[in-house]
């Protein structure tokens, strides 16, 4: 995890280190400013070494690059875009979060979800995802997944094989979806498969169990779900990175054993291990097994280490491989123009914003007459990232109008 806000260098040292010592593959972002992409730049230039591979930028930007980064664009949550049911602007909006990463020097985004919003008990999912229905969800994601790797970056759909079932927060325990696998497959699995066959540049692992798909053991490891239904079934020959290692979901699940998580989930056929607490023991764990693992384990490394390097070929972070399977959108090698900094687009970005939340705005209900000065109003705010002041531009605006509010 890195953080690019001028205020600390710990950790853009650190990756440093992790470059020069252990040759990691790339770092996910979290935190900074319009100036973060000097430093994510000098991180490319140092990775390269001697085989001129650099490393790969990640971020989570469901919302935007503003979701990270200062400067950038801010968009309504994904589930806003549901409600508004529009393909032209969640284009849009994946256009404009591809555009805005790659001045920021973000390469590869962890979007669009394509969990569905279909359990009101989800503490996690909720709001970032664009609905409950598989139909919807697949139409706006593939939109959303085709802009933004029009503007040159890698999507992820994630959180396969769907986080929408889950009565729990995979960040703090392991998830059990009780669904059956008729029900999955007519639900879940749709916006994934759908994915699957444009193909998508990445998808990411859900750290939940599935019974009826494979075992009691988080997807991220089951290989039932992840080699039988991703590969071998939705046919999906691209790029698999697990959800974050630290996640209570696959540490609870292997003992607190980062490098046992990773061994396991490279054998179910991942091929990205994001965000282990310690990459150290995770490399050495993994160079173990490919010592002692025999030519099945190597093998499978080479293929994770292949679709890994494709993927940089695309971006312009790597040579030529033998791998040649092309990432649809991506023209590589993509780099974005250097004279365009992050405000360039943030004005157009808050048009956007604007317009895919006014396009969001729904009745529930019958139609009521307007609200008049003097009505008592209640507000309630729903918001995922559990902040203080959440829904407090709506309560100003309808004090000033109405009076009375709660």
């Given at each position: 995890m890195l953080d690019f806000r001028p205020a600390t260098d710990e950790p853009y040292e650190q990756a440093e280190k992790w470059l020069d010592d252990l040759g990691v593959g790339g770092f996910i972002v979290f935190g900074g400013d319009e100036k973060a992409k000097k430093k994510i730049d000098s991180l490319k230039r140092r990775g390269r070494g001697p085989a001129g591979i650099g490393p790969v930028i990640a971020a989570d930007l469901e919302r935007g690059l503003g979701q990270q980064v200062r400067g950038g664009t801010v968009l309504p949550p994904l589930l806003a875009l549901g409600a508004a049911q529009d393909e032209k602007l969640a284009h849009a909006a994946g256009a404009l979060t591809g555009r805005e990463a790659r001045a920021a020097g973000i390469d590869w985004v962890f979007a669009p979800v394509l969990d569905l919003a279909d359990l009101a008990e989800n503490p996690i999912v909720q709001a970032r995802a664009l609905g409950h229905d598989p139909s919807l969800v697949t139409r706006l994601g593939l939109a959303w997944d085709q802009g933004l790797e029009e503007e040159g970056c890698i999507a992820c759909g994630k959180h396969f094989p769907g986080h929408g079932g889950t009565a729990q927060d995979s960040h703090d325990a392991l998830p059990r979806v009780t669904r059956s696998k008729e029900v999955m497959e007519a639900?879940?699995?749709?916006?994934?498969?759908?994915?699957?066959?444009?193909?998508?540049?990445?998808?990411?692992?859900?750290?939940?169990?599935?019974?009826?798909?494979?075992?009691?053991?988080?997807?991220?490891?089951?290989?039932?779900?992840?080699t039988g239904i991703l590969r071998s079934s939705a046919k999906y020959d691209g790029v698999v990175v697990t959800d974050a290692l630290v996640m209570s979901g696959i540490t609870n699940a292997t003992g607190g054993d980062e490098g046992r998580a990773a061994v396991l989930a490279l054998e179910a056929g991942c091929d990205v291990l994001l965000f282990p607490k310690d990459p150290r023991a995770v490399v050495r764990t993994v160079a173990a097994w490919a010592r002692t693992g025999g030519q099945e384990a190597r093998a499978r490394l080479q293929d994770a280490v292949g679709r890994l390097l494709h993927m940089k070929r695309q971006l312009g972070l790597a040579g030529p491989s033998h791998f040649q399977r092309p990432i649809r959108g991506v023209r590589g090698p993509a780099s974005p123009p250097q004279e365009t900094p992050i405000t360039a687009t943030y004005l157009d970005g808050t048009k956007l914003a604007r317009k895919i939340a006014d396009a969001a705005i729904t009745r529930v209900g019958e139609a009521k007459p307007p609200l008049a000065k003097g009505q008592k109003v209640l507000v309630l705010a729903i918001d995922d990232d559990d902040s203080e002041h959440g829904g407090l531009e709506v309560v100003l605006e309808l004090q000033e109008r109405l009076g009375e509010v709660r």
């Open positions: 639900r879940d699995l749709v916006p994934f498969r759908a994915a699957a066959a444009l193909p998508i540049g990445s998808f990411m692992t859900a750290h939940v169990a599935y019974p009826a798909l494979g075992s009691d053991a988080p997807a991220t490891i089951d290989a039932k779900i992840i």
